[in-house]
Nanobody, 125 residues
Framework: QVQLVESGGGLVQAAGSLRLSCAAS????????MTWFRQAPGKERDFVAT????????YYADSVKGRFTISRDNAKNTVYLQMSALKPEDTAVYYC??????????????????WGQGTQVNVSS
């Protein structure tokens, strides 16, 4: 059974940095795509960034490109989201999600079968 556990959220000032972690267990993840989504109050859950665990290929939403970096640590079975130059509009609950990958990029939450519980990120102005 696949389990995803996020950590690393918190309160940070605008222009600051934060690193989120997603610890994965329950399967061999080199054939998975791992993705971060976020959901602000009253808004839909939006795609942030994805990484193909096997190839390391990444893809980002335009809103975070150049500020966020997604990466994975094979030894720790953990995916990271390094967030820099944070803005108040980045405030949201951040979710880690996983799907078995057959290539390509999927940015819709409907394509993901496995989800973590979420971690809150608050960016103050």
């Amino acid at each position: 059974q696949v389990q995803l556990v996020e950590s690393g959220g918190g309160l940070v000032q605008a222009a600051g940095s934060l690193r989120l972690s997603c610890a994965a267990s329950g399967d061999t993840f080199n054939k998975y795509a791992m993705t971060w989504f976020r959901q602000a109050p009253g808004k839909e859950r939006d795609f942030v960034a994805t990484i193909d665990w096997g190839s390391g290929d990444t893809y980002y939403a335009d809103s975070v490109k150049g500020r966020f970096t997604i990466s994975r640590d094979n030894a720790k079975n953990t995916v990271y989201l390094q967030m820099s130059a944070l803005k108040p509009e980045d405030t949201a609950v951040y979710y880690c999600a996983a799907r078995k990958s057959r290539g390509g990029v999927r940015t819709s939450q409907r394509d993901y079968a496995y989800w973590g519980q979420g971690t809150q990120v608050n960016v103050s102005s």
